[in-house]
C-alpha cells in the first residue's frame, strides 16, 4: 500500500479503526471519517502517526451529500489523490417491525446504504480523473463496501438493518459490474460477530456470548482485527483479480449453524 491514500467512513472506533490503522501499517496514508466523535478520530490518527504513519480525521455525515462532498475535497487537499475507499460508517436502530418507525427505517438506509452510494460516487469520479498509475497499484482505485452476513441471513426485530446491508451486497455488485472495464474494483467484506461497541450487550456477559457463540461454528467472537486484515487484502494488488465478491469474515455464521445436527 505504499504510497497510496485511502478513505475510511466510519473510522473514529471499531471496525473502522482497525481497518484504518491497518491499512496505515501497509503504508497507506488515510483519512479518518468520524461523524460525531473526534476524540475516537484524534485517537485513531495518533496512533497511526505514533507507527510512523500519516493520517488526517475527516469529519462529515456520510448520509449528507454536500458534506460528503466536503470530506473528499478535504481528502485531496491533504494527500492529493485517493486508491482505496473503505465504506463502513454504518449505524443501527432496532425494533420490531410493527413497533419500527419511519424516522428508524430512514435513518439506518440513509446512512448504511445511501452514505456507501454517495461516497462510492465521489470515489469513481475521482478514480476516473486520475487514471492508471501502474507505478502504485495495478487497479485504477478500489472500493470496499462493509456490509454484514445480514446481507443473507434474515435478523428479526432489525428489518432496516438487514434491508440496508442487503441493498448493500447488490449495489456493490452492481458498481463492481459496471466500472471493471475502467479499471477499478470494488468488493464487499460481510462481517459476522465482531467484538464492537454496537453489539456489546451480546457478548458483555458470560452467558451473552455462550449464547452467541452458539451461531458461530468456528467457536470465537471476532476481532475487528480480523475484519482489517481482509481489508488490507482486498485494497492491494494481492487481490487485483477479485471484483464483485463479498468476503465473509464470519467463522460460519452464514452456514447456517441451526443445521449442524441435520437440521
Known amino acids: 500500500m505504499e504510497r497510496q491514500v485511502a478513505l475510511v467512513t ?3 472506533g471499531g471496525i473502522g479503526a482497525a481497518v484504518a490503522v491497518a491499512l496505515a501499517a501497509a503504508g497507506a496514508s488515510v483519512g479518518v471519517n468520524y461523524r460525531s466523535d473526534p476524540e ?13 504513519g500519516s493520517a488526517v480525521a475527516l469529519q462529515a455525515d456520510a448520509s449528507r451529500e454536500d458534506q460528503v462532498r466536503s470530506m473528499f475535497r478535504a481528502l485531496l487537499d491533504r494527500f492529493g489523490r485517493l486508491d482505496v475507499l473503505v465504506a463502513n460508517a454504518g449505524i443501527q436502530q432496532d425494533a420490531a417491525f410493527a413497533e419500527m418507525t419511519l424516522e428508524q427505517w430512514r435513518a439506518v438506509l440513509d446512512v448504511n446504504l445511501t452514505g456507501q452510494f454517495l461516497c462510492a460516487r465521489e470515489a469513481v469520479r475521482i478514480f476516473d480523473r486520475q487514471g492508471r498509475d501502474p507505478g502504485r497499484s495495478c487497479a485504477i482505485g478500489k472500493i470496499i463496501c462493509v456490509s454484514s452476513v445480514h446481507e443473507v441471513i434474515p435478523w428479526a426485530g432489525h428489518a432496516n438493518y438487514a434491508a440496508s446491508k442487503g441493498g448493500v451486497m447488490l449495489m456493490m455488485k452492481s458498481l463492481a459490474q459496471e466500472v471493471a472495464p475502467r479499471g477499478i474494483r470494488v468488493n464487499g467484506i460481510a462481517p459476522g460477530a465482531i467484538q464492537t461497541e ?14 452467541l457463540l452458539k451461531l458461530i461454528p468456528y467457536g470465537r467472537i471476532g ?3 480480523d475484519v482489517a486484515r481482509a481489508a488490507v487484502w482486498l485494497a492491494s494488488d494481492a487481490s487485483d483479480y477479485v471484483t464483485g465478491t463479498s468476503l465473509f469474515v464470519d467463522c460460519g455464521m452464514a452456514l447456517y449453524p441451526g443445521f449442524r445436527d441435520n437440521g
Open 10 to 12: 466510519g473510522g473514529s
Open 40 to 52: 475516537g478520530a484524534a485517537a485513531v490518527v495518533a496512533e497511526i502517526e505514533q507507527l510512523g
Open 198 to 211: 454496537i453489539n456489546r450487550a451480546a457478548w458483555e456477559t458470560q452467558e451473552a456470548l455462550q449464547s
Open 223 to 225: 476481532r475487528p482485527e
